[in-house]
C-alpha cells in the first residue's frame, strides 16, 4: 500500500511538473529575456549596467493611475550606464491588448509619445522627425499569467538644438507583464 501512495505521488509530481512546463512555452520562444535592442546610426547599441547604481533595462506599464500617473502609463528604457548613453520611450494612455503597426507621429494605441535619447556628449535628441512602431503581441494580467508586449520599432530624431539628427533601426523589445494595479 506504501508503495502505491508512493506511486501515485511521484506520478503525480511528474504530471504537474510537465503541465507547468507547458505554462512556459511561450517564455522558452523567445528564451524569457526581456529586451530593448536597436542599431544608432547604423551601430548596435550596448546596455550596460553598473551594479547597485544603474540598471541597463527598466519597463513600466500602469494600466490603471498609480501614483502622479495617468492609466495606460508606459515606459521602456535602455542605457548604457558606463558612458552615460540611454533610449526612453514614453507612452501616454496606452489602450492595452492592442497589436498592429501604428506610425509614431498619429499612435493608434497611445494619445502621446514621447523619445528622448542621451548621447555620451551629453547631446539630447528629444524631438521626433518621424517613425514607426509594430507591436506583435500586447497581453495583459491574467489570473495566475503574466502579460507580454513585443515588438519592433525605428525612429529618428532631432537633437534639441535642431542641429542634428539620429536614426534609430533594427529596435525590438520584448518585455513582461507582471502585476495588475488596481
Known sequence: MIRLKTLFSCSFFVLLMMSCEDGF????????????????????????????????????????????LPPGYM???????????????????VTSEYTGSS?????????SFTPVFRAGNSTIYNRLL???????????????????LTGTFEIRLIDSEKTDTLTITEGKFNFFISQKLH
Not at 551601430?43 to 551594479?51: K, M
Not at 506610425?103 to 494619445?111: G, I, P, R, T, V
Not at 503581441?137 to 507580454?148: D, I, L, M, Y
Request: net charge negative; aromatic share 10%.
Open 130 to 148: 518621424d517613425g514607426s512602431i509594430t507591436i506583435d503581441q500586447f497581453t495583459g494580467v491574467k489570473k495566475n499569467a503574466s502579460g507580454r
Open 25 to 68: 512555452e511561450g517564455d522558452k520562444a523567445d528564451n524569457g529575456i526581456e529586451h530593448l535592442e536597436f542599431k544608432v546610426d547604423g551601430r548596435q547599441f550596448e546596455s550596460a549596467s553598473i551594479p547597485s547604481q544603474c540598471n541597463a533595462l527598466n519597463f513600466n506599464y500602469f494600466p490603471e493611475p498609480h501614483l502622479d
Open 75 to 93: 515606459t521602456m528604457w535602455a542605457s548604457n550606464c558606463v558612458d552615460s548613453t540611454s533610449l526612453s520611450l514614453t507612452f501616454q494612455r
Open 103 to 111: 506610425s509614431f507621429e498619429s499612435l493608434d494605441f497611445a494619445e
